[in-house]
């Protein structure tokens, strides 16, 4: 089940508001699959089976000791009933393994290399967004190759990272920006373009 965020509310916000549901999911997913009611879930951790369904259901969130236990009486690795975290290579296994779920990646291997794919490689959100982030990436590099000055550059890069820190705002009007959301996208621009002007007109003093 993908929880996607239509509000327009702030990704941090939503993540935070949704992550009880998305743990909920992975611990109903598991608990099924190998074939345990959520009394004997509760039974093994110590918990009613209220506990556990209010668990599953997003209502409540399991502290990190809970979730602990949670995962050693199903079995499995506690990371496999968090959301990944991409700063190691575990993390970055399980992030593949939940977007193998919702958005059907898979590892494939051509002439000894491995690479990613979603789906069938050409249709679908992230086939979209990757579009997206490859066009940015091949404009991005074309630009720095015609540079020469080490500020040019760190310009371009600046105009690069911009568009990865505040994605998806440069597209929105391909996934349906509301009115809300494009005059908060322009008042951002806005500022921005503001003050790049105001540090290329301080640059020539």
Same mark, same amino acid.
């Given at each position: 089940?993908?929880?996607?965020?239509?509000?327009?509310?702030?990704?941090?916000?939503?993540?935070?508001?949704?992550?009880?549901?998305?743990?909920?999911?992975?611990?109903?997913? =598991?608990?099924? @699959?190998? %074939?345990?009611?959520?009394?004997? *879930?509760?039974?093994? #951790?110590?918990?009613?089976?209220?506990? +556990?369904?209010?668990?599953?259901?997003?209502?409540?969130?399991?502290?990190?000791?809970?979730?602990?236990? =949670?995962?050693? @009486?199903? %079995?499995?690795?506690?990371?496999? *009933?968090?959301?990944? #975290?991409?700063?190691?290579?575990?993390? +970055?296994?399980?992030?593949?393994?939940?977007?193998?779920?919702?958005?059907?990646?898979?590892?494939?291997?051509?002439?000894?290399?491995?690479?990613?794919?979603?789906?069938?490689?050409?249709?679908?959100?992230?086939?979209?967004?990757?579009?997206?982030?490859?066009?940015?990436?091949?404009?991005?590099?074309?630009?720095?190759?015609?540079?020469?000055?080490?500020?040019?550059?760190?310009?371009?890069?600046?105009?690069?990272?911009?568009?990865?820190?505040?994605?998806?705002?440069?597209?929105?009007?391909?996934?349906?920006?509301?009115?809300?959301?494009?005059?908060?996208?322009?008042?951002?621009?806005?500022?921005?373009?503001?003050?790049?002007?105001?540090?290329?007109?301080?640059?020539?003093?």
């Amino acid at each position: 089940m993908i929880i996607e965020n239509k509000s327009g509310q702030d990704p941090l916000d939503f993540n935070d508001q949704t992550a009880a549901a998305r743990v909920g999911r992975r611990i109903r997913e =598991i608990r099924e @699959a190998i %074939g345990l009611s959520q009394s004997e *879930l509760g039974e093994r #951790v110590g918990l009613s089976a209220d506990r +556990i369904q209010k668990y599953e259901n997003g209502a409540r969130r399991p502290k990190s000791d809970v979730l602990k236990r =949670i995962a050693a @009486a199903l %079995g499995v690795q506690s990371t496999a *009933l968090s959301d990944p #975290v991409t700063a190691n290579t575990i993390g +970055i296994m399980y992030a593949c393994f939940e977007m193998e779920k919702l958005f059907g990646l898979k590892v494939l291997r051509k002439d000894g290399k491995l690479s990613l794919v979603f789906g069938d490689g050409f249709s679908g959100s992230p086939n979209d967004f990757l579009d997206e982030w490859e066009q940015e990436y091949s404009a991005y590099s074309e630009e720095l190759k015609n540079v020469a000055s080490d500020k040019g550059k760190r310009q371009i890069t600046l105009k690069y990272n911009m568009w990865k820190w505040t994605f998806p705002e440069a597209i929105y009007h391909r996934i349906g920006e509301t009115k809300e959301q494009k005059k908060a996208r322009i008042e951002k621009q806005i500022q921005q373009l503001s003050q790049e002007l105001s540090d290329l007109n301080n640059s020539d003093n």
